[in-house]
């Protein structure tokens, strides 16, 4: 293991955006899909394997609707969440702020309940043995109407101390964050934190419409704020975080070339920028792989990476008291490490 690598793992680090079903990896999706006698286009893991190569998000997105497409019952939720608490453990992950997409699953028959119960299952048995703390994020599917976001927030309602925070995910040109004015109202008024993703694909202004409207309290993505100089500063002075997902990125197309990569810009211009895996199971890697390889194409420092570990507790809506403990773990590992 070299020097940055031994870094990047030594480091306790959060994790703040990851959609659960992106973490379905292929071969449990192949599992589930036998399982539970769901009929696939693909016949083969070969043949699905060769499905994962993308040109734009939306291409992304037809294969992981018909992906979650084989979750059926509450233990398939519960194991898919096991398996990605695994995977963070051994990443030195230690707190998650994971997102899920009730109306990818409640579209195709499936009872709301049947996907909340197992995913906190999950999460509360990862806490129990793996000692991995979380959040869990309700998104809103941009593509289809602010009333059925209303009616997934309805059937949400037995679940709201459970829940804690909303988001905004899905195909975002043309899809403005505007559109969900009342219902991210309604979250906020109901206590929960807010979230969006902006400007991934979609320009600066879906970010600005994000703060400005929805008042997000963290930004999902933000690359393409980069191309407006005052927003960037209101993102910098607000103190927002960036939940930036290299590899995803690479992935969609959003950066031709991870040497390209704007994180050590957002960097350089003040703002709080994350490293997180997005859907770790179609993009190539989980937490450390996105620091690893983002470390080497874009030459971070070992400061730089120190930071991005920092700001993925400050950037968490874990209390002031639980961050302390992290960062202060943080110090220790950088002392060592410096
Ligand atoms: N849903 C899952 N991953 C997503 C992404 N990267 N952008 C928008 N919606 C998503
Ligand atoms: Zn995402």
Not at 196 to 203: K, N, S
Request: charged share 25%; proline share 4%.
């Amino acid at each position: 293991m070299d020097n940055i690598e031994n870094l990047i793992m030594r480091l306790p680090k959060a994790e703040l955006h990851m959609h659960i079903e992106g973490s379905l990896e292929p071969e449990q999706l192949m599992h589930f899909a036998d399982r539970n006698g769901v009929a696939l286009d693909y016949q083969s893991l070969d043949a699905l394997k060769q499905a994962y190569n993308f040109s734009n998000l939306q291409d992304f997105l037809d294969l992981y609707y018909q992906g979650m497409s084989v979750l059926q019952t509450e233990e398939d939720f519960y194991e898919l969440t096991m398996a990605y608490q695994q995977r963070c453990a051994d990443d030195n992950v230690r707190h998650v702020e994971i997102f899920f997409d009730p109306q990818g699953h409640t579209a195709r028959g499936l009872d709301f309940r049947i996907a909340i119960e197992g995913i906190l299952r999950g999460l509360v048995h990862g806490q129990q043995t793996l000692g991995i703390s979380h959040k869990l994020i309700m998104c809103f599917l941009r593509h289809l109407s602010e009333q059925e976001a209303f009616e997934t927030w309805e059937m949400a309602q037995p679940w709201l101390h459970r829940i804690d925070g909303v988001g905004l995910d899905s195909s975002e040109l043309g899809h403005p964050p505007s559109k969900f004015k009342n219902v991210f109202a309604a979250a906020r008024k109901a206590g929960l934190k807010l979230v969006a993703h902006a400007g991934e694909e979609g320009p600066p202004e879906y970010v600005r419409e994000a703060i400005e409207i929805l008042d997000i309290d963290r930004i999902d993505h933000g690359n393409r704020l980069l191309e407006d100089e005052n927003l960037i500063s209101h993102v910098r002075d607000a103190g927002l975080t960036l939940t930036v997902c290299p590899l995803s990125n690479l992935s969609l197309c959003v950066v031709d070339d991870l040497r390209q990569h704007p994180l050590p810009e957002m960097l350089k211009r003040g703002l709080k920028a994350t490293i997180n895996s997005d859907d770790p199971a179609y993009f190539g890697g989980y937490m450390n792989e996105n620091y690893l390889q983002t470390a080497k194409a874009t030459n971070l420092s070992p400061a730089e990476i120190i930071i991005l570990a920092r700001n993925s507790f400050t950037g968490s809506f874990l209390s002031q008291d639980a961050q302390q403990v992290f960062l202060d773990e943080i110090d220790q590992v950088a002392q060592d490490f410096l």
